[in-house]
């Protein structure tokens, strides 16, 4: 039975970085939770501080495996998100994506639940349309070493909009830009973790390329509020939706921030680009500021102080 006091949501990959806020800021608006993971990239660590709510539940559990539960609403995040990691074992990654969708949809459709993908902008793999709107079909090399995922996530949403025109499931999806914040994985070789851990060690900070390629980096509570918006707003937006934050960076100007911020005397090396690397990236978030009425808040500076602050402890 489903339950009729409380919302139960699952979020798969709940014990990742972006997971874990999110499942905190649903047990915080009084949802009933279930975390699904299989600490591929995870940790229990990221939710060690919600096993005392008994509104949380924590389940080990491999998302290309079909799961049973009764729930109202699936936030499905579960796929390794940083090169380093969805390159590891790429075939994984892309049943991942791809058999993880089918489950969580067959799902949603077994219990009547609304739910919701995790997609990124790598579906508009190196784009040649600046800024990237939703109705762009993007620039992906299908046989590449980032195919795995940008391929994977783009099949996923597929899948989704698929289920949607022959089931009728309600669906939500939304493309996720490059996010940062307490609780990303230090090793995972993203940039911000990267030159974060670098500055505070006082070692060398290593741009790939000239350090000209742009991103725009969005901090991870503007995000998990556009995904609550995103999950509750009208059943006939399904996006897909851009979330990210537009201000643009290169990541040279990245680097020189971050040893400014944390007084690093680490010096700026640079090294060979990675194949496929995106030369641009920023998202045109007019139709999430329309349908969602959502934009980010928290400006470059003041997350990054917040994440030098966690990293500061593993040092
Ligand atoms: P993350 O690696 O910290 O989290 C992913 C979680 O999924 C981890 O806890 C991992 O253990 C789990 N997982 C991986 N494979 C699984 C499987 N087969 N079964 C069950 N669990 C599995 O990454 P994140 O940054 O928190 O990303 C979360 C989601 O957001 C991902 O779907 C990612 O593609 C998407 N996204 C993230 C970003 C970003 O900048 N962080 C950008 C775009 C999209
Ligand atoms: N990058 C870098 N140095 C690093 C890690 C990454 O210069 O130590 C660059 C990388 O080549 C890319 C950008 O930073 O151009 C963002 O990389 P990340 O892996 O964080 O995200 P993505 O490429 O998936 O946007």
Redesign the pocket.
């Known amino acids: 039975m489903k339950n009729t006091l409380r919302k139960r949501i699952l979020v798969t990959g709940g014990a990742g970085f972006i997971g874990s806020h999110l499942c905190e800021r649903l047990l915080g608006l009084g949802y009933d939770v279930v975390c699904m993971d299989n600490y591929f990239t995870g940790s229990k660590s990221n939710i060690l501080h919600l096993l005392d709510n008994p509104y949380f539940e924590l389940v080990r559990h491999d998302v290309t495996v079909p799961f049973m539960a009764e729930i109202d609403q699936i936030y499905n995040l579960a796929c390794p998100a940083?090169?380093i990691h969805y390159q590891h074992n790429p075939i994984k990654t892309v049943k991942t994506s791809v058999m993880g969708a089918i489950n969580m949809l067959g799902l949603a459709k077994r219990v009547g639940a609304r739910i919701l993908q995790a997609s990124t902008?790598?579906v508009y793999g190196d784009p040649n349309v600046h800024p990237q709107p939703e109705n762009y079909w993007g620039n992906v090399n299908p046989i590449g070493i980032r195919s795995c995922y940008d391929e994977g996530k783009r099949c996923a949403e597929t899948l989704f909009m698929d289920y949607h025109r022959q089931h009728n499931i309600d669906i939500k999806i939304i493309r996720i830009f490059?996010t940062y914040g307490p609780r990303m994985h230090p090793q995972d070789?993203?940039?911000?973790s990267?030159?974060i851990m670098?500055a505070l060690k006082g070692k060398d900070?290593?741009?790939?390329?000239d350090?000209s390629?742009t991103?725009s980096f969005q901090y991870v509570d503007d995000l998990v509020e556009g995904m609550l918006r995103m999950m509750d707003s009208d059943s006939s937006f399904i996006g897909p939706v851009n979330l990210g934050n537009p201000v643009e960076f290169t990541?040279l100007e990245?680097a020189e921030h971050i040893v400014a911020l944390t007084g690093s005397s680490s010096k700026i090396k640079h090294?060979k680009?990675?194949k496929d690397?995106?030369k641009q990236?920023k998202p045109e978030i007019a139709l999430a500021k329309k349908e969602l009425g959502w934009e980010p808040k928290i400006q470059l500076e003041e997350g990054l102080l917040k994440t030098i602050a966690y990293f500061k402890d593993m040092v």
């Open positions: 940083s090169p902008s790598e490059n070789g993203r940039v911000v990267n030159f670098q900070i290593t741009i790939y390329g350090g390629q991103r990541m990245l090294f680009l990675p690397d995106p990236r």
